[in-house]
């Protein structure tokens, strides 16, 4: 009996193909370090502080992930979708609200929090949707940043001066389909040690704008030649001139074919259309004259 081993080919996605995706873990170790310079702004602070940033990576979405509840903001270029896990929030809001003191005197009590007994209320999806706003407005800022000032979103009338919260407008979201870009970040509180996640979904603008970005960081990275001075660039023609000789018209009209001239060659003149610039020794170098050790003419 023979058996036949079967190779596994990676089939490859057409819409990918000339895209810099291989240059999104630059982006997400920048989107890392404004997260986590994020957090540590006064305003966030009573929200984040006992968290730290872990790891930021992109991936695909298959469709066989867990459903869980999603946000959605409205940004300059794109939709946002937000989605944070229960248990990061739940330690987000006992922080916020006083017992972030006895976590820390208790590492323990963090991780004794249990969700299925915990009822959701009304102050848990209200900070869930603050929580999106800073987060959703410090990735916007981060692609806005990388984009050449040709393509950043200009600004709405009237949007001038106004906070993050009246630009990323929250709103229901669902569960995004499959394919979709998504940002998942990974947090973890000192204190306690437990550790968690939050996902950021991107619409196909804004990962357009994502890779926008890239491609300008890939392009600058190509230093650009300097170029030659002037002198190294023009293309001039020299004529060589390896001898002359003067004969009689009555000569001239009398040679027949066969007949030899005889002369003298001594230097070849080197010339840029009839000027006269410099005179060079005649050589031969596997089967080619050759002009060499040049002089200036007289």
Not at 45 to 74: C, H, K, M, P
Request: charged share 25%.
């Amino acid at each position: 009996m023979t058996t036949t081993k079967q190779t596994q080919h990676q089939v490859l996605d057409p819409s990918l193909l000339g895209r810099p995706v291989h240059l999104l873990p630059i982006f997400a170790a920048q989107l890392r370090d404004d997260l986590a310079q994020s957090m540590r702004l006064n305003m966030n602070r009573r929200y984040w502080g006992g968290f730290t940033v872990q790891d930021v990576a992109f991936s695909r979405l298959e469709g066989n992930e867990i459903r869980s509840r999603w946000l959605s903001f409205a940004a300059p270029a794109g939709q946002i979708a937000f989605s944070l896990e229960r248990k990061v929030l739940l330690s987000v809001l006992n922080y916020r609200y006083g017992s972030g003191t006895k976590a820390e005197a208790k590492p323990d009590s963090a991780a004794a929090v249990d969700e299925a007994a915990v009822r959701v209320t009304a102050t848990e999806e209200r900070l869930a949707v603050v929580l999106g706003q800073q987060l959703a407005g410090t990735l916007a800022g981060r692609i806005e940043l990388n984009l050449p000032a040709i393509d950043k979103p200009a600004p709405a009338e009237g949007e001038a001066g106004e906070g993050a919260e009246t630009e990323f407008k929250p709103a229901p979201g669902s569960h995004p389909p499959k394919g979709t870009w998504v940002i998942t970040v990974t947090v973890a509180e000192s204190a306690g040690g437990m550790s968690g996640q939050f996902w950021f979904a991107l619409d196909k603008n804004l990962m357009a704008s994502v890779l926008r970005g890239l491609l300008r960081d890939r392009d600058g990275g190509k230093k650009p030649k300097a170029a030659a001075p002037l002198a190294q660039r023009l293309q001039v023609g020299l004529v060589g001139r390896l001898a002359s000789k003067e004969v009689t018209l009555g000569a001239l009209y009398d040679l027949q074919v066969g007949d030899v001239i005889p002369i003298s060659l001594s230097r070849a003149d080197v010339l840029l259309e009839d000027s006269r610039l410099f005179t060079a020794a005649v050589t031969e170098h596997k089967g080619k004259l050759c002009l060499t050790s040049f002089e200036d003419a007289e």
